[in-house]
């Protein structure tokens, strides 16, 4: 990417950021079962990415727009509801891989990595990137968007248990009707 | 004999061993069969009406479950209720690979094999040296891409042994021949494509020569599929998928499902919304047993995709369901859905236990499946008819089940909306058990199950499909059960259809396989990695052994080529549930592992990832 471009993207950014806040997410809200639409307009030069910083910073929109993108995306559903990690590793914790800057999430998510991790540079905008970043470095953070809840537990509506003492006779349906 | 007859002593040493009967064989056939009533084998041991199909006879250990009807039934018993005290250990193999150790070692002739996993390497000891040495690895090197799209861990079930091969996944979705004698890869066979999230975990099964393999990845979307395949070469013989429509599902004339419910043209696509069944999951990541006077071959199908199950409307035929299959043609027999249109990711991949006993005042052949869902289905094996479903865990998704409907009976309350928790749903979405085996014995009609006590808290959110990441759409936290305890070795009276004894775990579920034998015992092990000796009848723990990691595989037994009777068991812990044990899953995130790390609070101070095989004597 030319310096040139790289001033018209940030240019681009600094405009959205300051005059319409939540438009850097394109996506329709939870709308059922679509495919990730058609790809960006533009992929992404990783090389020109890993000496810089966040351009959207800790913007609290971003953060939400990312915490939004990160189930848009099923991001969710390899790191985890709340990024603690499940199939992927924990993105909570301190530990990074593939390291734990800005440029590095941004490279990680970009380019992809060896053990499953899918190569998403040529199919989201950059500046969806950016905003995943944010959110990620959010994570564990006062900033945290919609930070994990415990289990409330609380009954609601029947609670009535079959257990294995519930059954008449095994001959019958447990709990026919 | 049987199970040598059945490999046709094509194996010279095979015979020999037997000739001089170094293999133990049928030590104590006394226990006479019921007159007349049925063609399967009488079982040293057993109940003298109770007859299981192809009982493990010879002390080898050559395919995933030990035996056919998938008992997990030993008739060895040097190791019995009066000596088992003095069993001590006699190899720890440190395989490498600190990942969930799931199913079990194989035994053939004078060599035990161990499958690793990913990356599903092949370990073979000899077992006729001192300690038990290595002969040789063959390591398969997988595509590493496979890691990231194993849903329930980088697992692998194990091998089976067929025509002087052993044969096996890898997490990569290729099933591999490696000569049983030399460890040289005899040929490779590609059943998927790891990018869309197509991988396996499950242990192939074999009959006449025909290898099963079934594809893990449900939770990915992936269309769930039976492939068979030719023992000899690899070549691919039929599919048979989940879903779509009844060629592809191999459903023709000869296909008699017992309920109304299952009957139909072309259920597989007219279930489910326009396309969706394409992306379906419906995955075969679980057992097959085989029934060889019936020729029918059985298992089950995982939970649909997505999880949210407003992606997919309809009855979504045929996840969740049991199959009865001809293993030459693979064309259905029966089958029956379990539950239609999931909404908890119950699947039916679980074991399918056959037994010939009186039931109703008469002998059936039965099919008993300790499911996900949390109750014990027994049913008719030649009809597919639902005869008993009667839960062995806490259970609120359901009231139970219609016998003559074959339908549950939904607790609607239960039923998760988008953005809105059900609480309270047991069993939780990780199931009523893991994968790993529950183990029928014959001596006492009991089924011993491992058994999860684990419910959840779940909403519905987006479902998006992005080819090769997981299609979920809900949210999940799981939590202890009611009663405050939390895993549980259960005694299940099959004929009764009630719980005998119990041994509860109060911390954390039991995802441990079971293994009984005609020595009076039940093995088992925990996740804190207690290995366990029970006594069948009682449920007295007899042993227990603390091994470094939690258990999560299925312990087996064998008779050595000097005749002396061996237990052993992996330690490793790992699995969906065990997951929460890695460094990489957050434990102060209850959502981690989508629910895992909520419902195994302390499993990081009571135990640690592992990578052992343990093999115990007397």
């Known amino acids: 990417m030319s310096s040139l471009s790289r001033c018209v993207l940030l240019s681009l950014l600094a405009a959205c950021l300051s005059g319409c806040r939540s438009s850097a997410n394109p996506l329709p809200a939870a709308a059922g079962g679509a495919p990730v639409g058609s790809p960006p307009q533009s992929a992404v030069s990783v090389n020109s990415i890993l000496d810089r910083t966040n351009p959207l910073g800790r913007d609290p929109v971003s953060l939400e727009d990312g915490r939004r993108l990160f189930l848009w995306y099923n991001c969710y559903a390899c790191h985890g509801p709340h990024g603690g990690g499940a199939i992927g590793p924990s993105l909570r914790d301190r530990v990074w891989r593939y390291g734990g800057s800005d440029a590095q999430i941004f490279a990680s998510i970009a380019e992809g990595r060896p053990k499953g991790m899918p190569t998403w540079g040529r199919r989201i905008p950059e500046v969806q990137i950016w905003e995943l970043v944010s959110y990620i470095r959010s994570l564990n953070t006062p900033n945290e968007p919609d930070p994990p809840q415990e289990p409330a537990s609380e009954a609601s509506g029947d609670t009535k248990v079959l257990t294995s003492a519930s059954p008449a006779s095994p001959h019958s349906a447990a709990g026919r009707q | ?618």
């Open chain 2, 1 to 618: 004999m049987n199970r040598i007859a059945r490999l046709g002593c094509r194996s010279l040493l095979l015979c020999l061993l037997v000739a001089s009967g170094a293999i133990v064989a049928e030590q104590n056939p006394g226990s006479s069969a019921a007159p007349g009533k049925s063609a399967t084998s009488s079982t040293p041991g057993a109940l003298p009406d109770i007859h299981l199909v192809a009982p493990v006879s010879d002390g080898q250990w050559t395919i995933p479950a030990g035996d056919d009807g998938n008992t997990r039934y030993s008739a060895l018993d040097q190791i019995n209720t009066s000596n088992v005290r003095s069993l001590h250990v006699v190899r720890v193999l440190s395989t490498g690979v600190f990942r969930g150790h799931e199913g079990a070692p194989l035994v053939v002739g004078d060599t035990l094999y161990v499958v690793t996993p990913f990356p599903d390497r092949l370990i073979a000891l000899n077992l006729t040296k001192p300690g038990l040495p290595v002969k040789w690895t063959f390591d398969p090197h997988p595509d590493p891409a496979a890691v990231g799209k194993a849903f329930r861990g980088v697992v692998d079930r194990g091998a089976v042994y067929a025509d002087g091969r052993i044969i096996y996944n890898t997490l990569d979705a290729f099933t591999i021949a490696v000569d049983a004698k030399t460890g040289k890869l005899a040929w490779k066979t590609r059943i998927g494509d790891v990018a869309n999230g197509e991988t396996l975990t499950m242990a192939p099964a074999v009959v006449h020569n025909i290898v099963f393999v079934g594809n893990s990845g449900g939770n990915f979307g992936v269309r769930g599929a039976l492939t068979a395949l030719d023992a000899a070469t690899g070549k691919i013989l039929w599919k048979a998928y989940s879903t779509g429509p009844d060629s592809d599902v191999r459903i023709g004339s000869d296909f008699k499902p017992f309920y109304a419910k299952d009957r139909g043209t072309d259920l597989g696509v007219a279930t489910w919304s326009p396309e969706q069944w394409q992306r379906g999951g419906a995955a075969v990541a679980g057992w097959i047993s085989y029934d060889p006077e019936l020729n029918l071959i059985y298992y089950g199908t995982g939970n649909p995709a997505a999880w949210n199950p407003d992606a997919r409307p309809g009855d979504n035929k045929w996840s969740v369901t049991l199959w009865a299959r001809n293993p030459e043609t693979g064309m259905a027999r029966w089958a029956w859905q379990i539950e239609p249109h999931d909404a908890f990711g119950y699947g039916a991949v679980m074991e399918n236990i056959l037994v010939d006993m009186p039931w109703d005042g008469r002998m059936r052949k039965l099919l008993i499946h300790p499911g996900s869902a949390g109750f014990v289905f027994v049913m008719d094996r030649e009809t597919g008819q639902l005869l008993s479903a009667s839960p062995f865990v806490p259970v609120t998704w359901a009231r139970g089940f219609n016998l003559a409907s074959g339908e549950p009976i939904l607790n609607r309350a239960k039923l998760p909306r988008f953005g809105i928790y059900a609480n309270q749903v047991c069993p939780s979405m990780a199931g009523a058990k893991a994968i790993a085996s529950s183990s029928f014995s014959p001596q006492t009609g009991y089924l011993y199950i491992p058994a999860q006590n684990t419910c959840m808290d779940v909403k519905d959110t987006t479902a998006n499909y992005i080819a090769g990441t997981p299609y979920l759409g809900a949210i999940v936290r799981m939590y202890r059960g009611p009663g405050d305890y939390q895993g549980e070795l259960i005694a299940w009276d099959v004929a009764h259809a009630k719980e005998v004894w119990s041994i509860r775990d109060d911390a954390f579920p039991v995802d441990s396989g079971v293994l009984t034998t005609a020595g009076g015992l039940v093995f088992y092990g925990t996740m804190d990695g207690s290995f366990r000796a029970v006594d069948g009848r009682t449920g007295k723990v007899l042993w227990q052994f603390k091994t470094p990691s939690g258990i999560v595989g299925e312990p087996m037994t064998f008779a050595g080529p000097h005749g002396k009777q061996y237990v052993a068991v992996y330690s490793a812990i790992g699995g969906w549930m065990g997951s929460a044990d890695f460094p990489d899953i957050s434990s102060d995130d209850p959502y981690a592992a989508h629910g895992a790390a909520g419902a195994m609070r302390g499993i990081k101070t009571a135990t640690h990832p592992g990578d052992f095989l343990y093999v115990f004597a007397e």
